[in-house]
């Protein structure tokens, strides 16, 4: 009773916002037209020749592409065509240049997922027909869950994890989030310990199946890219790269960064580079004039760097090289010696340690981790991951010699690989038990 008046609630408030949703729609448009592109997919409407029958991903935004990489490459090795839906540009936009060749040949479809109210997803589900859902990370949509429950089509959790949090928030009063979890049809989860939260709240159907960002493919050119810059940029000295800093932690890293500069200076040692890749596109110029203000020799990799990431000429003596472009985050990576992952001195917690992981370099990150709590807790248990509590324990860590890891984090990446292929095991199971409870 409680959730049949929550979603009541749900749908009215959906009719009373929509103005307000397609408002933001139209301003964000204003710079960037996508936004404003295909606006009747966003209501289920998709035309007729649409093909039928796909594994569909939910996957809302850029991180969500990437993490699902893997899987999709290995679905469509096996022959499976994929239906990708988003609700931002930059998830779409990544689709289109990972998947091009498959969107040119109808193995891949990409559209906006629906607004979240149930007439919409009816129209959604019946135009594509899709065999599975799965919606990546922590997406919990009221409507889609159950329209999908109410067409027959097995909605997944996929590469799940409840936050201890977010967990604690949602087990409190009414309990309406996880009324809503306990609608999906399952959940292939991270972990043991998150199939073991996602069971506490009542959710059947509940497999470990991995972590899918250690199945991402690795792009050679960028690694490739970055040696060769580093061979000359940062020759003779160490290079740091900060990943995915926030804007409340932009004073932090300045002071860090002029921190270890006067310290190498006053140990007659030559200073380390410094990679500083903002999280936000729309903190780059502000970062970049908070550098320059700092007096520190700047380099933009949009005004030094050429688009296979060569440098046409020679850079000087930079102190920063500011990561001011997309997609190119493992070229960011694979220049450092040693990587400050952001997020994590703010209270909403750190980004992702995986990738930096990946290339095989050391991660340190702030107090905050319980948004990475998997796998963060199994990396600092091996020695390669390290949460430090405040700004000068940054500076003291970073001032320690590196050490190599790359044995301890090659053996960690074994042990932690192939969630993929169990992901598509399960994922079969659930087809198969579908198409003989529902055969079409």
Same mark, same amino acid.
């Given at each position: ?65 990437? !993490?699902?990489?893997?899987? /999709? ?66 997406? /919990? ?52 310990? +998150? ?23 690795? #792009? ?23 990943? !995915? ?129 998997? #796998? ?7 020695? /390669? ?39 598509? +095991? ?15």
């Amino acid at each position: 009773m409680i959730l049949q008046g929550f979603l009541i609630f749900y749908r009215v408030l959906w009719i009373v916002l929509l103005p307000v949703v397609l408002g933001y729609l139209w301003h964000r448009g204003r710079k960037d037209p996508d936004y404003r592109a295909h606006l009747a997919e966003r209501f289920g409407f998709y035309g007729r020749d649409v093909p039928k029958g796909a594994i569909w991903l939910h996957a809302v935004s850029l991180g969500e592409i990437r !993490s699902a990489t893997g899987l /999709i490459r290995a679905l469509l090795v096996r022959g499976d065509r994929v239906l990708l839906t988003h609700f931002t540009p930059a998830g779409r936009r990544e689709s289109a240049r990972l998947f091009g060749p498959e969107i040119a040949s109808g193995q891949v479809t990409v559209v906006w997922v629906p607004f979240d109210m149930a007439w919409c997803h009816r129209r959604f589900l019946k135009s594509f027909r899709p065999r599975i859902g799965l919606t990546l990370e922590v997406e /919990i949509w009221p409507a889609m869950i159950f329209a999908a429950r109410a067409a027959g089509m097995p909605l997944y959790l996929c590469n799940g994890i409840y936050g201890i949090r977010s967990l604690a928030r949602d087990s409190a009063g009414l309990r309406l989030r996880q009324r809503v979890i306990c609608g999906l049809a399952g959940a292939f989860v991270k972990s043991r310990l +998150q199939a073991e939260r996602f069971a506490s709240i009542g959710l059947d159907n509940v497999v470990v199946t991995g972590e899918l960002r250690f199945d991402q493919p690795v #792009p050679a050119q960028q690694v490739r890219a970055a040696e060769r810059l580093r061979a000359t940029l940062g020759a003779g000295r160490e290079v740091i790269t900060i990943a !995915s800093g926030v804007q409340l932690e932009e004073e932090l890293f300045l002071g860090l960064i002029t921190q270890c500069r006067e310290a190498a200076v006053s140990d007659a040692m030559l200073p380390p580079l410094f990679v500083y890749v903002p999280r936000a596109p729309e903190r780059f110029g502000a970062v970049a004039a908070q550098l320059l203000g700092a007096g520190l020799n700047l380099a933009r990799r949009s005004e030094v760097l050429a688009a296979d990431l060569s440098a046409p000429t020679p850079l000087g003596q930079v102190d920063v090289l500011l990561g001011d472009s997309l997609g190119e985050m493992f070229f960011y990576l694979a220049l450092g010696n040693r990587v400050v992952v952001g997020g994590g001195f703010n209270p909403r917690g750190a980004h992702n340690i995986i990738e930096p992981l990946m290339l095989g370099r050391p991660v340190l990150t702030g107090p905050y981790v319980w948004t990475i709590e998997y #796998p963060f807790a199994e990396a600092e248990m091996a020695g /390669i991951a390290r949460s430090v509590p405040d700004a000068a324990a940054l500076l003291a860590a970073l001032r320690e010699p590196p050490v190599d890891l790359s044995d301890r984090i090659s053996a960690f990446l074994t042990e932690h690989s192939g969630a993929s292929v169990r992901t598509m +095991q399960a994922i079969d199971r659930v087809m198969a038990t579908a198409q003989s409870t529902h055969p079409r």
